[in-house]
């Protein structure tokens, strides 16, 4: 079983910026694919960010490009989301998410198989 708990969420205003962090349980979270995905309320989860296990390969949603950054550290068992420029539109709660089986495709949801329990980020106008 993998624990995995966010943090770092809050209230900003547009244009400024928040770093959510994640850590995840387990002696194996360096072989660990992992990602940011959020919900909005009445929206469906959608995916925001992710990074496989040696921090080389990154992906971004094309809402957050540019504008987020994702990246870890398996000594610390924790991957970051640096959001900067954020906009209203950001508003949700983000989830972090570990994908253990690996291989597959990480914009998806279906992909990961232990969440947190999310995180509200809110930006106001």
């Known amino acids: 079983q993998v624990q995995v708990v966010e943090s770092g969420g809050g209230l900003v205003q547009a244009g400024g910026s928040l770093r959510l962090s994640c850590t995840a349980s387990g002696r194996t979270f360096k072989t660990y694919a992992m990602g940011w995905f959020r919900q909005a309320p009445g929206k469906e989860r959608e995916f925001v960010a992710a990074?496989?296990?040696?921090?080389?390969?990154?992906y971004y949603a094309d809402s957050v490009k540019g504008r987020f950054t994702i990246s870890r550290d398996n000594a610390k068992n924790t991957v970051y989301l640096q959001m900067n420029s954020l906009k209203p539109e950001d508003t949700a709660v983000y989830y972090c998410?570990?994908?253990?089986?690996?291989?597959?495709?990480?914009?998806?949801?279906?992909?990961?198989?232990?969440w947190g329990q999310g995180t509200q980020v809110t930006v106001s106008s």
């Open positions: 990074i496989r296990w040696s921090g080389g390969n990154t």
């Open positions: 998410a570990a994908d253990t089986q690996l291989g597959g495709l990480l914009t998806s949801l279906y992909e990961y198989d232990y």
